[in-house]
């Protein structure tokens, strides 16, 4: 967010925030708690997760470098905001941030421009678990991380991924066997390589690309 602002809004937004490093595992904020702090994620990944009425925890969205945790305009929490790999944030107090907005016109429109985005990105995300097909929606999902964590392997084309495979099978509704043999299809293939651990290396995005859209 303060990357977008002008000298005299940037300060003023600076002013209030607290650089915060965040460990994998742990989480910023529960459900139900009270909305205290807001934040911007400058790097490493978050989940949002929504516990349904069965006990079961569901993944609804991924916060990536650039987002915005945190609801101005609502007291309590409507979901859970977990830490998947080590992050750094900017925290700001809520009131605080909710003062410098009302204020400052400039950092309002940028906000609501994230929000807009986040809503954009939420909506592509309901389209990718909205497919039937296991192959098409691990595609879609590898398309969306390589957008999204290109270069983080410190290669173009390659990047880790921030969840386990068992998360995977959260995010997408299948199982972590479905991942798993999806992801040895796609290696198989040729259109990603698995080096080790979490990396992932897109060698033909144009065959990812078009599993992503059967």
């Given at each position: 967010m303060c990357s977008a602002l002008?000298?005299?809004?940037?300060?003023?937004?600076?002013a209030i925030g607290l650089r915060r490093t965040v460990a994998a595992g742990q989480v910023l904020v529960w459900a139900g708690d009270p909305n205290a702090i807001c934040a911007n994620v400058v790097s490493g990944v978050l989940k949002i997760v929504r516990v349904a009425s069965d006990g079961h925890e569901h993944i609804v969205g991924l916060l990536f470098p650039g987002d915005f945790v945190g609801d101005l305009f609502t007291e309590s929490a409507r979901e859970t905001v977990q830490v998947l790999c080590d992050a750094d944030l900017c925290v700001y107090p809520r009131g605080a941030l909710r003062h410098v907005l009302d204020v400052?016109?400039?950092?309002?429109?940028?906000?609501?421009?994230?929000?807009?985005t986040t809503l954009d990105e939420t909506r592509k995300w309901m389209l990718m678990l909205g497919r039937?097909?296991?192959?098409?929606?691990?595609?879609?999902?590898?398309?969306?991380?390589?957008?999204?964590?290109?270069?983080s392997g410190g290669v173009a084309?390659?990047?880790?991924?921030?969840?386990?495979?068992?998360?995977?099978?959260?995010?997408?509704?299948?199982?972590?066997?479905?991942v798993s043999r999806q992801f040895t299809a796609l290696r198989v293939a040729g259109i990603i390589a698995l080096p080790g651990g979490r990396a992932v290396v897109i060698l033909d995005q144009a065959r990812l690309a078009r599993r992503a859209a059967a």
């Open positions: 002008g000298d005299g809004d940037l300060a003023r937004v600076r400052h016109p400039a950092a309002e429109r940028l906000l609501l421009r994230r929000a807009l039937k097909d296991a192959s098409a929606k691990i595609a879609a999902f590898l398309v969306d991380m390589a957008r999204r964590l290109d270069g084309g390659r990047f880790d991924l921030p969840m386990s495979r068992s998360e995977i099978g959260a995010v997408l509704g299948t199982t972590i066997e479905t």
